[in-house]
């Protein structure tokens, strides 16, 4: 794990890259602001976090460090042990937690629940999109820390890396701790509420685009997938998943928050 902090006093923010070994835009994003040189008006605080993985270029190396929160430091296993150091690095920090993912090139954040809170900070970072769950208990970092998770594009692209430094200098201008134009955003919502366990298909669909009942959506052979009712694809990729084909979800027009 790389901890850099920049500016004078304790941060109250910090940037998280790289929770996952072979999504490496969050460290190029990080590196790239360091190299920069711009002038930040506020302490904050940059962590480059499964270095490790990094290195091996695998997602972890012996458990998934974003399913291992809050860890345990006398643990056997590296991202449990690695965890626990987050938790004691980042407690009380607001953070942003930077992803890529097999599904989508869009810039969302995916959380594991929302409140008003949560969604102030994901309106902060530009992201247009943003999805939650129904219910969740995976032991995410986003849910023992206050961070907002937020998916940069495709996973090893060149567009992650560039999308990754952007919504990391929106996140810490409309924050203040630098001097830049920001957006604020109004994203859309979506709530997960299921699975589709198909692992073995290929996904036909678009993410965050309305599926009609009796659309089909995936493929395999000269199987199809149908509907049996209208939702929303989040998170649904042909490779993404070892077990599942991605996940379903409603949208939100009114968030009860």
Do not use: W
Not at 124 to 142: L, P
Not at 179 to 185: E, G, L
Not at 240 to 247: A, K, N, T
């Amino acid at each position: 794990m790389r901890i850099e902090k920049l500016g004078e006093g304790n941060p109250d923010f910090a940037v998280v890259g790289s929770i996952h070994g072979d999504e490496p835009c969050g460290k190029m994003a990080i590196e790239k602001f360091l190299e920069s040189n711009i002038e930040v008006l506020k302490p904050v605080k940059f962590v480059i976090a499964n270095e490790k993985a990094l290195k091996q270029n695998e997602r972890y190396t012996e458990v998934d460090l974003n399913r291992s929160f809050p860890g345990d430091a006398e643990s056997d296993k590296y991202e449990e042990r690695l965890a626990a150091k987050l938790m004691d690095e980042l407690e009380g920090l607001n953070i942003l937690d930077m992803h890529s993912t097999k599904s989508s090139g869009d810039i969302f954040a995916a959380h594991s629940y929302l409140d008003e809170e949560r969604m102030e900070m994901v309106r902060k970072t530009g992201a247009e999109i943003v999805s939650y769950h129904a219910e969740s208990n995976v032991n995410s970092m986003d849910e023992y820390l206050n961070a907002v998770p937020v998916e940069c594009g495709f996973q090893g692209s060149e567009q992650a890396r560039k999308q990754a430094y952007e919504v990391l200098l929106n996140f810490l201008a409309a924050n203040g701790i630098i001097d830049r134009d920001y957006d604020i955003s109004d994203p859309d919502i979506f709530q997960i509420y299921g699975t589709v366990e198909k692992p073995e298909y290929r996904f036909t669909a678009e993410n965050f685009k309305l599926v009609k009942k009796g659309d089909v959506y995936a493929t395999n052979g000269e199987k199809e997938l149908k509907a049996e009712e209208r939702f929303y694809p989040v998170l649904m990729s042909t490779n993404g998943y070892d077990d599942i084909l991605g996940r379903k979800a409603k949208k939100v027009e009114e968030p009860n928050f």
